[in-house]
């Protein structure tokens, strides 16, 4: 029984010296226009999501989905986001393939997480993404609207949608299914 829990041990350690070898060596590649591998792909959204679930403070929008309010969200996701996220024309960012990994095309695929997850991210930022925090540039009030905007972007009422074709030139994308960030 002591030498199979040496032998586990031992095994361990040479894992973890294995990967700092691995790293400091340069053996990962650093260059933003890779393609993240589903596996790393699979470790970082698992993180962050377990991250969220333990930091991020579940409450509710205090700013109610009317339609001036939609519109103002709008207004500063097109301002603020829509150079990584994508723009309101229905068409990825110029962004998408820069960044590593690559920013969520959110008009595209719309997020189905919860508002207080939504609401977390944009005031706070995401690590290693190159999503910055928005407490600083913009005010909470302005992030609750970002947030419910983008939370209500497959059921915007006929006044909000009027307003996005009539200000760019093209109707919201149908409901396509969009994707959790959750799963």
């Known amino acids: ?70 519109i103002q969200g709008m207004k500063i996701y097109t301002m603020n986001c829509a150079v990584c996220h994508g723009t309101l024309d229905n068409k990825p960012s110029l962004l998408e393939k820069s960044l590593y990994p690559p920013p969520p095309q959110l008009i595209l695929a719309p997020l189905h997480d919860p508002e207080w997850h939504i609401f977390y991210a944009v005031r706070t930022g995401v690590r290693y993404t190159g999503m910055p925090s928005w407490s600083k540039a913009l005010s909470e009030e302005d992030i609750w609207k970002v947030t419910a905007f983008l939370s209500h972007i497959e059921k915007l009422s006929p006044g909000v949608q009027d307003y996005w074709k009539k200000a760019y030139g093209v109707s919201p994308p149908p409901a396509a299914g969009g994707r959790d960030h959750m799963k």
Do not use: C, W, Y
């Not at 029984?1 to 894992?15: C, E, H, Q, S, Y």
């Not at 990967?19 to 260059?31: D, R």
């Not at 679930?53 to 700013?63: E, F, K, L, M, T």
């Open 1 to 70: 029984m002591r030498k199979f829990i040496l032998g586990i041990i031992v095994t361990l350690l040479v894992l973890v010296l294995g990967a700092l070898a691995f790293l400091s060596f340069g053996l990962m590649p650093t260059n933003a226009d890779a393609v993240p591998s589903s596996l790393e792909r699979r470790i970082a959204m698992s993180a962050m999501d377990s991250s969220m679930d333990r930091h991020a403070p579940q409450i509710s929008n205090p700013i109610p989905p009317t339609d001036d309010n939609l």
